[in-house]
T-cell receptor, first 112, second 115 residues
Framework: GNSVTQMEGPVTLSEEAFLTINCTYT??????LFWYVQYPGEGLQLLLK?????DKGSNKGFEATYRKETTSFHLEKGSVQVSDSAVYFC???????????FGTGTQLKVEL | EAGVAQSPRYKIIEKRQSVAFWCNPI?????LYWYQQILGQGPKLLIQ????????DSQLPKDRFSAERLKGVDSTLKIQPAKLEDSAVYLC?????????????FGQGTRLTVV
């Protein structure tokens, strides 16, 4: 079945630093790819998505490009803020429809 | 627009007791999901409903877990009897329909601790 592997955390950065969270996937075909974010005490929220190869999803300064050559969907942000501190999950649909398989999550902590 | 509502937010029970969680999806959303998120792991799908019918319950431990979605709106997830390893956050999500590109909206979850 489809699966994702994402880098382990926690990741600790200073404010305004560059962020990369790696995500690679194994899938049948070319499913949509997602990044979800979970802020402290809140539910999961969709951060961005890409629906086909070479698509770039973007939102709130975050970007991720769907790369089929490397089966990757790395999350990047040029300048992180303290408010970006959260847990980030890479995900993809599995078994048809939009049932999601999630990675283990990467905790990001941004300090002043 | 109101989001996905879940209750309770927190629950502590002893092993072998029973517990139930409630979910009210976003109005008009036909598809409803229950996920289990164990500490340090990503959410794992337990069951998916389309309206009031089960689409996928292959990962639901049916000897102790049950779920229903009467009238195709609210849903309840029950555990009976609970085990220590059931300690987790139980997330409910809903989407307009079950297509691959349809966004799923998540509730805040119910944190269950089994002691």
């Amino acid at each position: 079945g489809n699966s994702v592997t994402q880098m382990e955390g926690p990741v600790t950065l200073s404010e305004e630093a560059f962020l990369t969270i790696n995500c690679t996937y194994t899938a049948t075909g070319y499913p949509s790819l997602f990044w979800y974010v979970q802020y402290p005490g809140e539910g999961l929220q969709l951060l961005l998505k890409a629906t086909k190869a070479d698509d770039k999803g973007s939102n709130k300064g975050f970007e991720a490009t769907y790369r089929k050559e490397t089966t990757s969907f790395h999350l990047e942000k040029g300048s992180v803020q303290v408010s970006d501190s959260a847990v980030y999950f890479c995900a993809l649909p599995t078994g048809g429809g939009n049932k999601l398989t999630f990675g283990t999550g990467t905790q990001l902590k941004v300090e002043l | 627009e109101a989001g996905v509502a879940q209750s309770p937010r927190y629950k502590i029970i002893e092993k072998r007791q029973s517990v139930a969680f409630w979910c009210n999806p976003i109005s008009g959303h036909a598809t409803l999901y229950w996920y289990q998120q164990i500490l340090g792991q990503g959410p794992k799908l337990l069951i998916q409903f389309q309206n009031n019918g089960v689409v996928d319950d292959s990962q639901l431990p049916k000897d102790r877990f049950s779920a229903e979605r009467l009238k195709g709106v609210d849903s309840t997830l029950k555990i009976q009897p609970a085990k220590l390893e059931d300690s987790a956050v139980y997330l409910c999500a809903s989407s307009l329909e079950g297509g691959q590109n349809t966004e799923a909206f998540f509730g805040q979850g119910t944190r269950l601790t089994v002691v």
